[in-house]
Antibody
Framework: EVQLVESGGGLVQPGGSLRLSCVAS????????MNWVRQAPGKGLEWISY????????HYADSVKGRFTISRDSAKNSLNLQMNSLRPEDTAVYYC??????????????????WGRGTLVSVSS | QTAVTQEPSFSVSPGGTVTLTCGLS?????????PSWYQQTPGQAPRTLIY???IRYSGVPDRFSGSVLGNKAALTITGAQADDESDYLC??????????FGGGTKLTVL
């Protein structure tokens, strides 16, 4: 079955660190562009990080730049998110999402075609 | 800083038609942003409805359609059903690995 499963969430104090993992099944994760997306309680979804399938280049939302690092582990077929200097406003459910790319009638498209079920991160003292 | 705008909430009668929109606080949405739409129920991961502006995802009923209307992306539900009551999310691809998410529209069917 093609799926993504996140893990690594939990309760952490402000200033602490956590490492999230997203394990892929049914496909080779390194062949796809991937994203981390989060949803704070009662809020909408927020894109936070992206990694390229071509050169592993990375992009981050301003809200996490300099604190979070996205990476891949090909041996484990997984995507990781190292989160440092955590703040209460980082409290959210964190999802990994796969990017699908293609063309239709000559027009390229990109979208998030596969999502995990999320892992909850709570930052509180 | 540019943001993706969506109606916070919308209501539609059963069997009615509703159009949800997705704009940019600065500028216009075009097909080059590859607008996609997702349905999300509380506690669940988003479900893909529309991608590439107007391509219906596999298994999505044909009462859901996407388009660009003026300077916004649009999701139209024709013949709304009770189980369409949900949150609807618009996502834009800005290029070079940068994505932008709207705040979502809470649709009520009553």
């Amino acid at each position: 079955e093609v799926q993504l499963v996140e893990s690594g969430g939990g309760l952490v104090q402000p200033g602490g660190s956590l490492r999230l993992s997203c394990v892929a099944s049914g496909f080779t994760l390194s062949s796809f562009e991937m994203n981390w997306v989060r949803q704070a309680p009662g809020k909408g979804l927020e894109w936070i990080s992206y990694i390229s399938s071509v050169d592993d280049s990375e992009h981050y939302a301003d809200s996490v730049k300099g604190r979070f690092t996205i990476s891949r582990d090909s041996a484990k077929n997984s995507l990781n998110l190292q989160m440092n200097s955590l703040r209460p406003e980082d409290t959210a459910v964190y999802y990994c999402a796969r990017v699908e790319f293609g063309h239709s009638l000559g027009q390229p498209y990109w979208y998030l075609d596969l999502w995990g079920r999320g892992t909850l991160v709570s930052v509180s003292s | 800083q540019t943001a993706v705008t969506q109606e916070p909430s919308f209501s539609v009668s059963p069997g009615g038609t509703v159009t949800l929109t997705c704009g940019l606080s600065s500028g216009s949405v075009s097909t080059s942003h590859s607008p996609s739409w997702y349905q999300q129920t509380p506690g669940q991961a988003p479900r893909t409805l529309i991608y590439g502006t107007d391509i219906r995802y596999s298994g999505v009923p044909d009462r859901f359609s996407g388009s660009v209307l003026g300077n916004k992306a649009a999701l139209t539900i024709t013949g709304a059903q009770a189980d369409d009551e949900s949150d609807y999310l618009c996502v834009l691809y800005m290029g070079s690995g940068i994505w932008m998410f709207g705040g979502g529209t809470k649709l009520t069917v009553l």
